[in-house]
């Protein structure tokens, strides 16, 4: 097992900046949370819920493909995609994450075992969980070549990563800014230093951002409130709102379904795409061109559980004025 290191002091703000997202509630005090635990176009979870519902979907698919009892996700947040791999594969699962608030939430929605740590020293002996998953993390860490190493330290098997797929100019207005976003950009061919040291190294594109146009706007149909700095005409608000329990109706689950399905198509023949899965064996063996199961988009957006109340109300990001 690593020894603990000093936290450097970007990691330090990350952890403050972390504790306070995953305390956010509303009003009533029910928490808003990172990934779309609460169901298809339910509120109190943050936008882009197509991206998030094709990136798991592909995580689950990637996890069909190899042989494992156990699991490791570190960046757990709140504990869906880890509890996810948990349903479907009835393997021992484990979370880990920056945030005390993100592990406490993990334990409360799905009395999942998750632990305080940093990914650049993680708590965990050397093979420890046969699979590890880091998804939509490494793109915040401050040493990735450390993180990396840390995670393959853990993973007697494989790790799994998602990472976005920022241009190097994005990032860098990033860092120039100074706030806590991405720091880091990624390609396919960011972990090909790893062939080198043996390792088996898999890429995937995901996301594409021609979803984002019309098709997103439809299903995720949602009330918006209008406000002065907005772009669009308060008429042009108010006649979207009229029209949401139309769109609804007309372009429900089975358009998300198909979305996510049609993703698949549109990375693999155009040239764009908002994101990147990795598959990193440590030994071809225990990668399986059978699927152990037919993990469907369906079971993804059918995924939901009841809202999530926290004792504390002082954190709402509801107030009103």
């Known amino acids: 097992m690593m020894k603990a290191t000093k936290m450097d002091k970007y990691t330090q703000k990350a952890k403050i900046w972390a504790n306070k997202r995953f305390r956010k ?3 009533q005090g029910i ?29 689950m698919k990637a996890f069909s493909h190899l042989r494992f009892d156990s699991l490791l996700d ?9 509890y996810l791999a948990k349903e479907l594969f009835n393997v021992k699962v484990k979370g880990c994450d920056l945030s005390e608030e993100a592990c406490q939430r993990a334990k409360e929605i799905f009395n999942i075992e998750s632990i305080v740590a940093d990914i650049h020293n993680l708590p965990f002996k050397d093979n420890e969980f046969d699979v590890v998953l880091c998804s939509e993390a490494l793109e915040h860490v401050t ?8 995670l393959l330290r853990v993973a007697r098997k494989a790790i799994v990563i998602t990472v976005p797929h920022d241009s190097k100019k994005t990032v860098e207005q990033n860092i120039k800014r100074g706030v806590f976003s991405h720091i880091h950009s990624f390609d396919l061919k960011s972990f090909n230093f790893l062939k080198r040291a043996g390792y088996n190294v898999f890429s995937k594109k995901m996301v594409s951002p021609l979803l984002y146009k019309i098709p997103l706007a439809l299903i995720a149909a949602k009330p918006k409130k ?31 379904i198909f979305l996510i399905q049609l993703d698949k198509w549109l990375c693999r023949f155009t040239f764009f795409y908002e994101a990147e ?3 990193i064996l440590k030994n071809r063996q225990y990668y399986t061109k059978k699927e152990s199961i037919n993990v469907s988009a369906g079971q993804i957006v059918g995924f939901a559980v009841p809202y999530h109340y926290l004792k504390k109300k002082s954190s709402s990001i509801f107030r009103r004025a």
């Open 277 to 279: 899965l990795f598959i």
């Open 74 to 82: 570190v960046g757990a947040a709140e504990g869906y995609k880890v």
């Open 143 to 150: 040493d990735i070549a450390k993180a990396v190493e840390e």
């Open 226 to 256: 209008h406000y002065k700095n907005m772009k669009y005409p308060k008429i042009c608000v108010d006649i979207y709102n009229v029209c949401v329990p139309i769109l609804r109706k007309l372009f429900g689950k089975r358009t998300t």
């Open 31 to 59: 928490y808003y949370a990172h990934q779309p635990i609460y169901g298809f176009q339910k509120n109190h979870s943050e936008p882009r819920l197509l991206g998030k519902y094709i990136l798991t979907f592909q995580i």
């Open 25 to 27: 509630c509303d009003e």
